[in-house]
């Protein structure tokens, strides 16, 4: 029962983290082994907005304590939510600590999904740590079951051999703003379209930052504009 909800969770939520369920070291026992199972399901997370999601995407809840700490399935389940803050490193280290002690935790104990930013996530869905699942292993098939989604999202939450362990539930897009102005005085132009292919890829970039400078203009304020964007396009 418990994994069959794990599983409608993450399909329900796959609509800025990235989600996983997680492994264990578990001495080769699959995700469907047998075994005597939890009624509760463990999250962590670093907010409460996977949570509001959830609460409003999933049909099977039936209620959330007033503190937000507790959400009761209609079958009896609950889902205890663990949150901890991003800042300073402190959810990747409450994290750890449990993931660590994952093995030995009692079955209510255990933490069944965790969320993660792009910026750590590959830490935990390398195959070698053991601590999140391939989506196979919970019944869902990334080529048919996510075949919407970018492929670029599917590759972050992959693991070297490129099997899926975890899924997105929030893409956030990026955009590229210019001055209208110094754009017509640069490239006679202030047309989007054509603004738009002189920045479509990265060397197309570098060629239209030199026509730029030639002018006195900056393409960007600092590094730290294109850092993330170059950065998470590295193969």
Known sequence: ?????????????????????????????????????????????????????????????????????????????????????????VYQQKLDEALMKQADAAEDEKIDIFLSETDYVNKYTDAEADAAIPLKDLGIDPDKDLADQYDFTKVTASDAESVQRGSTWQCCPGLLVYRRDIAKEVFGTDDPVIIGEKTNNWDTLKTTAGELAAKGYFTFASYADTFRLYGNSIA
């Open 1 to 89: 029962m418990k994994e069959k909800a794990l599983s409608v969770l993450l399909v329900a939520a796959m609509t800025a983290g990235m989600l996983a369920g997680c492994g264990g070291k578990s001495e080769g026992k699959g995700a469907d082994a047998g075994g005597e199972e939890g009624k509760v399901i463990n999250i962590y997370s670093w907010n409460d907005e996977f949570r509001q999601r959830v609460e409003a995407v999933y049909p099977e809840v039936e209620k959330t304590s007033d503190d937000g700490t507790v959400t009761t399935l209609k079958d009896g389940t609950e889902i205890h939510w663990i949150v901890n803050p991003n800042q300073d490193g």
